[in-house]
């Protein structure tokens, strides 16, 4: 968008000259995340400290379960598009702390994470100058689609009643720090104050058809220029259901075979 590529009305209104006018910053997607965090009182059957693997995740990677067992079951696993990715931490997930995770006293904590994995809220970014070292201006819009709030909120619900249940509630006496009697207004509230970016923003210079609001072609390159390409999660089309790393890193491998292809070409 610096160098001219991008909405003109923005570009123009920051005295830059509009080399090729395309959607870049449009499309913005993320995976907002939220949580339950739960306290561990101790009492006469119970401990103050939790003591458990990191975030489980061992059990994901090592041991299979059933439709009655107490960790998800293979089949679980292999759904391509869950809606909600969820984990569980002795960390405290904090929106308001730059690494999002503060760990909890003598592992005393336990919180309860919802991610939205597929998300129908889409975001934007506009240049605020055109100056290179001040910050664009960054609309994330979670939550635009009812259906998004939704989602979240019936998953945070289900966090409540999971750390009501034993052994959560017996044997460590977990209370979650929410109220026990929450309207939906108030979770509305609580998940538009808590929430917090995965990290995964992505696809704001899409992989499309010009003519459908693409960016850059299927060789990643860009529209209406020649020797550049885009190789990075900006140019995914959809956000992927899960973390971002290996899609991302997938583009990269995908790129260098596309850049020796065309130089074999030329020579």
Request: hydrophobic fraction near 35%.
């Amino acid at each position: 968008m610096l160098s001219g590529i991008g909405p003109k009305n923005n570009l123009e209104e920051n005295n830059i000259k509009v080399r090729k006018e395309l959607p870049v910053g449009r499309n913005l997607l993320d995976h907002p995340g939220c949580s339950i965090n739960a306290k561990v009182v101790p009492n006469s059957t119970s401990t103050s400290r939790m003591d458990y693997s990191s975030c489980g995740l061992e059990l994901g990677m090592f041991y299979k379960g059933d439709i009655n067992g107490k960790i998800p079951s293979q089949k679980n696993f292999l759904d391509k598009r869950p809606d909600i990715q969820f984990f569980a931490s002795t960390n405290i997930l904090d929106p308001a702390d730059s690494d999002h995770a503060k760990s909890g006293k003598r592992n005393d904590i336990l919180t309860f994470a919802s991610i939205l994995n597929i998300p129908s809220s889409v975001g934007y970014l506009e240049l605020r100058s055109s100056n290179p070292f001040i910050h664009p201006k960054i609309f994330l819009n979670y939550y635009e689609k009812p259906d998004d709030l939704y989602l979240m909120m019936s998953s945070l619900k289900l966090s409540c009643e999971m750390l009501k249940q034993p052994p959560l509630s017996t044997v460590w006496g977990v209370e979650p720090d929410v109220d026990k009697e929450m309207s939906d207004e108030d979770w509305e509230q609580y998940i538009r104050k808590m929430t917090w970016s995965s990290p995964h923003p992505c696809s704001t210079v899409k992989m499309a058809p010009e003519s459908q609001g693409g960016c850059v072609n299927h060789r990643l390159q860009v529209y209406g220029t020649k020797n550049l390409r885009v190789v990075d999660a900006s140019i995914f089309p959809t956000i992927p259901a899960g973390n971002i790393n290996a899609p991302t890193a997938m583009v990269a491998w995908k790129a260098s075979r596309l850049i020796e292809e065309d130089y074999k070409n030329k020579s």
